[in-house]
C-alpha cells in the first residue's frame, strides 16, 4: 500500500514533484511519533515490532527523499523501478512482488515478530542481484569477508517488509488520546498501507473507528500476516557433507517450495561440489521446462517452482574450495564488501529511542575506525559490524534502564563496557583516549555492582583463591559480555584464571538465584556447565558421524551437549564449555551456532534450534589460526596473566592449613618468594633462551611444589625447631627449588648463566648456604647433614647382570639421578612431570626406571607409545585395558596408577 501512495503521488497531478514532497512528510511525521512510542515503558514483543516498523519505515522515507531529490516524475524512471514494490494483481487475485523487470508471488508464509536488519544502498544492490536471479531461476551467490550482511540479507531478502499490525494497534492506542478525530483519520490512512491481511484469496481491512475524538481507537484484524513470505532454511556446510544428503536436502526444497541459504558453501569437498552442480541443473531445467513433476535421484518427485537455493561464501579462507565451473554457472555471484555502519547505527539507534541518533552514530563510527587504526592488532580484535551491533544491543538496555540520563552518555557507556574486556592493557589506555577526544568533557560514573560484586568475592573465597580486584572486574566483564552475545571467548595465556572465571560467575549466578536476587534480575538464574576439549576428539566424534557399514547416525559430544540442554526446558543457564586451541577444522562449524541463527547444523541435515538460556563458552590461549568469521561471531574476553601474577597463586599455596608451620616461620618464606622471585623471573625473561615457552606462574608454582616435597614430605625438616637453625636450612632449600622452579626449563648454555646468577642474587642472604665446589644444578639438599651435597653422593653404583638384555642396560649417571630425583619429588605430590629435550638424550629411559623403582611404594607404571597415527579412541582404549573394572560405568585401581 506504501507503493499505491507512491504510485498515486507519480501518476495524478501536475506536479508530481511536490506530491512527493508530501508522501516525504507524511513519512518523517509517522517516524517522529514512532520513535515517540518507543521511548515509552512498552512490552517486550510490542518493542520489537516497532523496532522493525522503524527499520522499515526509516528506508521508505529515504526512498522519498532520493525521489524528490533526483526530480523522479515517472513510474517508468530506473530510480522508482528499482525499489521493491508490492503490486495486488487483480488478475491473478493475489499479492505480487517486483523490482525492476523481476517479478515473483507473495508466499504467505508467517515469519514472526523478528528484528529487520537495516536496509542500506549495499542491501538494496543484493535485492536487486537476488530478484534478477530468481527471475532467471538461478541461485544467489553473495561473497565478502564476515560480517559484511551476506547470509542475513539473504534470509531478509526473503521475508522483508512484513506487516506490522499489532505494532499499530499499539500505537494508536497510546496516541489517540491526545490527538483530535480528523487528525487520527490521516494517520489512519497512512497505517491503513501497512495493516492488510490476507487470507489466500481475498484481502480485507478490517477497522473499527470510534467517534469519540478522547476515545482510544483500536484496529482489528482478521488474520496477520507477512509480506513476501518465504520459509528460509539456512545450512551451515561442512566438509563431512556428502552427496546422498544434499539430494535429500534438495528433494525437499523443490516439494516444498521453500528456500535455503547454504552457509560457507565452498567448504564442501570437490568431488561432491560436483554433483551438488548435477542435482541443481536438474532442478533448474525441471523448473524451465514448467514441468509439475520430475525425476531426480532416482525417484519422482512433485515440483514447486518457487523453490530457490543460495550460497554464501568467505574467499580466501582456509579449508575452502574454489567451485567448479558447472556449479559457478547456476548462481550469479556478487560482492558484498563494506556496509555503511553510520547508516545502520542511526537506524538502530533511532529505533532504540535515541533523538539525537545521527551525531551518535558519527561518533561512534569514528571511534571503530580510529580503533581499527590506532591500536595493537591483534587475533582476537574485530571492529566490525557484529561488534557494532553488539554495542547498539547493549546502548539500547542502557538507555531503557536509564531514560533519564543524557543519551551521549548511555552511548559512552555502552562503547566502554562492550569493547573494554577485550583489550590490552597498553590498549586499554589508548582507547580510554579516544573515548575522550570524541565525547570531551564526558565522565562516566562507576557503576555499583552491589550485591553482585560481594557475591563474587564471597564465591571466590569458597573456592579457597585470593580476592583481587582484576580477577572480580573480569568476572563482571564476562557476565556483561555474555548479556550481549551468547557465544564468548575467554582469551588469554595459561595461569591468568580463565577458569576460574567462569567457575566463579557460575557459582556468583547460582548463589544470588538461592538467595532469592533472581526475582529481581533474570539473568541471576543458576548456572550448568558442560565442558569438553573439542581437540581431543575427531570430527566425527564431535559433531557426529554416521557408520559406513550400517549408515546409522550416531552424535558426537558437542551435538550431545546441545541436544540435552535444548531438551531442559527450564530456566537455568546451560553453559557448554569448548576448553581447547581454536582452529579453522572444527569451529567453522558452529558458524550457524555463533551468528543470530543460533542453530547446530549437522551432517545428516538435522538443525537444532539453541535457546536463550544457552552459551557456548571457549577457553582459548590465542586466536592465531582462527579465521575472521570465527572472530566476529563472539564477544570476546581478555584475560592477561600478567595482570593477576603469581602471588594470589602463592597466597593461596601458603595459606595451605595442612602446612603446619609457626607464623614465624611462615612470614619468613613468605618474605624469601616476595624478594627473590621476581628478580629470577625478570632475568630469565630478558637474557636467557626457555627450551619451551612457560608462563611466570607456572615457574613460580613448581618453586612452590618442589619446596613443599622437600619441607612437608616425610623425611623434612622440623618445622617446631629453634627458628634460626630451622631457618638457615629452609632458605638453602628455597635457594635449591629456585634454581630448578625457574631454571629447569633453560637451554643447556644458559645454565651457568642463570647458576651465577642466582648465587650473585642470593648473597645478600646470609641464611642460605650454596655449594663451594660446584653450581647449585649439580647437587641437592642433604636433610641430614642440613646442606647441600653433591648428586655423585646418591649416585648408586652400575652392576652388570648378565641377564638383562643389552638395550634395556642403564648406567646410573648424575643426569638419571638428578631428574628421576626431581620426578619423583613431584609425583609424591600427584603433580604431573614433563621432560623436554632433544632426541637421544635419555628422557624416556629415565622416566621408565624411575617408574619401575616406584612399584615398591604402591605406584602401578602404565606406558603409552604415540605416534602420527594414534588417535583419541585407540588412546582411550590402552588406558582403560590398565584399569580395573570397579563398578558398570567406574574404573579404577586399589593403588597409584602412573601414565607415561
Not at 579453522?584 to 550457524?592: F, G, H, P, V, Y
Not at 619429588?825 to 629411559?845: D, E, I, Q, Y
Not at 603409552?864 to 588406558?879: C, K, L
Request: glycine share 6%; hydrophobic share 40%.
Amino acid at each position: 500500500m506504501w507503493c499505491k501512495d507512491c504510485t498515486e503521488c507519480l501518476t495524478t497531478g501536475t506536479d508530481k514533484v511536490t506530491n512527493m514532497k508530501g508522501a516525504l512528510q507524511r513519512s518523517i511525521d509517522n517516524l517522529t511519533n514512532l520513535a515517540a512510542v518507543v521511548r515509552q515503558e512498552i512490552p517486550k514483543l510490542i518493542r520489537n515490532i516497532l523496532g522493525a516498523k522503524i527499520t522499515i519505515d526509516v528506508h521508505l522515507r529515504d526512498i522519498c527523499s532520493e525521489l524528490v531529490k533526483k526530480q523522479v516524475e515517472s513510474v517508468n524512471e530506473f530510480e522508482w523501478l528499482k525499489q521493491l514494490r508490492y503490486y495486488w494483481d487483480t488478475e491473478l487475485d493475489n499479492c505480487v512482488i517486483r523490482m525492476s523487470n523481476s517479478y515473483y508471488v507473495y508466499g504467505y508464509e508467517y515469519l514472526g515478530a523478528s528484528m529487520r536488519l537495516v536496509i542500506t544502498p549495499l542491501t538494496d544492490k543484493c535485492y536487486l542481484c537476488l530478484m534478477g536471479a530468481l527471475q532467471l531461476d538461478l541461485g544467489g551467490a553473495p561473497a565478502g569477508p564476515a560480517g559484511t550482511g551476506k547470509t542475513e540479507t539473504t534470509k531478509v531478502c526473503h521475508g522483508h517488509w512484513e506487516v506490522l499490525a499489532a505494532g499499530m494497534s499499539y500505537i494508536l492506542k497510546s496516541t489517540s488520546i491526545f490527538i483530535s478525530k480528523t487528525c487520527f483519520k490521516s494517520r489512519l490512512l497512512f497505517f491503513q498501507s501497512y495493516v492488510c491481511s490476507f487470507d489466500g484469496r481475498t484481502r480485507s481491512v478490517s477497522l473499527a473507528l470510534c467517534s469519540t475524538a478522547v476515545r482510544i481507537f483500536h484496529l482489528q484484524f482478521q488474520d496477520l500476516s507477512k509480506a513476501l513470505a518465504k520459509q528460509c532454511v539456512v545450512f551451515n556446510c561442512s566438509e563431512s557433507l556428502d552427496y546422498r544428503m544434499m539430494g535429500k536436502f534438495f528433494s525437499g526444497l523443490s516439494s516444498t517450495g521453500a528456500w535455503c541459504c547454504f552457509d560457507e558453501f565452498n567448504r564442501i569437498d570437490i568431488e561432491v561440489l560436483s554433483v551438488i552442480a548435477q542435482q541443481l541443473l536438474t532442478i533448474r531445467n525441471a523448473k524451465a521446462q514448467k514441468l509439475p513433476k520430475f525425476m531426480f535421484e532416482g525417484r519422482e518427485l512433485k515440483l514447486n517452482p518457487s523453490c530457490a537455493a543460495f550460497i554464501t561464501m568467505n574467499p580466501g579462507y582456509a579449508g575452502r574450495t574454489e567451485l567448479p565451473d558447472n556449479l559457478k554457472a547456476l548462481f550469479r555471484p556478487f560482492a558484498m564488501m563494506v556496509p555503511d555502519y553510520t547508516l545502520i547505527a542511526e537506524v538502530i539507534l533511532y529505533s532504540e529511542g535515541f533523538e539525537d541518533s545521527l551525531t551518535l552514530a558519527h561518533k561512534m563510527t569514528r571511534m571503530y575506525a580510529l580503533c581499527s587504526e590506532q591500536l595493537s592488532q591483534q587475533d582476537h580484535y574485530d571492529f566490525g559490524m557484529r561488534a557494532v551491533k553488539s554495542v547498539l544491543v547493549m546502548a539500547g538496555s542502557l538507555k531503557r534502564e536509564n531514560p533519564d540520563k543524557r543519551e551521549d552518555v548511555v552511548l559512552l557507556r555502552a562503547l566502554r563496557d562492550s569493547n573494554l574486556p577485550k583489550f590490552l592493557h597498553d590498549d586499554t589506555i589508548l582507547f580510554q583516549a579516544i573515548l575522550q577526544d570524541l565525547f570531551p568533557g564526558l565522565e562516566i560514573p562507576e557503576h555499583d555492582y552491589g550485591v553482585f560484586s560481594t557475591t563474587i568475592e564471597s564465591c571466590t573465597v569458597a573456592k579457597n583463591l585470593q580476592v583481587k580486584d582484576c580477577v572480580t572486574t573480569k568476572v563482571i566483564q564476562f557476565f556483561e559480555t555474555m548479556q550481549v552475545r551468547h557465544g564468548v571467548m575467554l582469551v588469554g595465556p595459561t595461569g591468568g584464571g580463565k577458569t576460574a572465571c567462569y567457575e566463579i560467575l557460575a557459582d556468583t549466578l547460582t548463589k544470588l538465584h538461592a538467595d532469592g536476587y533472581g526475582k529481581k534480575v533474570a539473568d541471576y538464574r543458576p548456572v550448568r556447565t558442560k565442558v569438553l576439549n573439542p581437540k581431543a576428539v575427531t570430527m566425527g566424534e564431535l559433531y557426529g558421524e554416521f557408520n559406513l557399514l550400517t549408515m546409522e547416525w550416531k552424535d558426537g559430544l558437542l551435538a550431545t551437549a546441545v541436544r540435552e540442554a535444548v531438551k531442559d526446558t527450564t530456566e537455568d543457564h546451560k553453559w557448554i564449555i569448548n576448553d581447547g586451541p581454536v582452529d579453522a577444522l572444527w569451529i567453522e562449524n558452529m558458524n550457524t551456532v555463533l551468528d543470530d541463527n543460533k542453530m547446530l547444523c549437522l551432517a545428516n541435515s538435522e538443525r537444532i534450534k539453541l535457546n536463550n538460556t544457552i552459551h557456548m563458552v571457549f577457553e582459548v590461549q590465542d586466536l592465531a589460526v582462527a579465521s575472521p568469521a570465527t572472530v566476529s561471531r563472539c564477544g570476546m574476553v581478555y584475560i592477561d596473566e600478567s595482570e593477576l601474577g603469581w602471588r594470589p597463586m602463592f597466597g593461596t599455596w601458603i595459606s595451605n592449613e595442612n602446612f603446619k608451620w609457626k607464623q614465624e616461620t611462615k612470614e619468613y618464606v613468605s618474605n624469601l618468594f616476595n624478594t627473590y622471585v621476581d628478580p629470577c623471573l625478570k632475568y630469565v625473561t630478558k637474557n636467557l633462551v626457555e627450551a619451551m615457552p612457560q608462563v611466570p606462574i607456572s615457574k613460580v608454582q613448581t618453586v612452590a611444589l618442589l619446596f613443599e616435597s622437600l619441607v612437608f614430605s616425610p623425611g623434612g625438616p622440623d618445622l617446631q625447631s629453634d627458628p634460626l637453625r630451622l631457618h638457615c636450612l629452609l632458605a638453602t632449600i628455597f635457594a635449591w627449588c629456585l634454581t630448578w622452579g625457574v631454571g629447569g626449563n633453560l637451554e643447556e648454555q644458559c645454565n651457568d648463566k642463570f647458576d651465577s646468577y642466582v648465587k650473585d642474587l642470593l648473597s645478600d642472604c646470609p641464611d642460605v648456604k650454596l655449594s663451594i665446589a660446584g653450581d647449585v644444578y649439580s647437587c641437592y639438599v642433604d636433610m641430614g647433614r642440613k646442606m647441600m651435597e653433591s648428586w655423585d653422593k646418591i649416585t648408586p653404583s652400575f652392576k652388570y647382570d648378565h641377564e638383562i638384555p643389552y638395550f634395556d642396560l642403564m648406567v646410573p649417571t648424575i643426569d638419571t639421578t638428578r631428574f628421576g630425583y626431581l620426578m619423583e619429588k613431584m609425583l609424591s605430590l600427584n603433580r604431573p612431570v614433563l621432560f623436554t629435550g632433544p632426541t637421544g638424550v635419555g628422557k624416556s629411559v629415565i622416566a621408565k626406571q624411575r617408574l619401575y623403582d616406584l612399584g615398591d611404594k604402591g605406584y602401578i607404571p602404565a606406558f603409552v607409545n604415540f605416534s602420527a597415527q594414534t588417535n583419541s579412541f585407540r588412546t582411550q582404549e590402552i588406558i582403560e585395558n590398565k584399569l580395573e573394572k570397579k563398578r558398570k560405568n567406574i574404573l579404577g585401581y586399589s593403588n597409584y596408577c602412573t601414565l607415561f
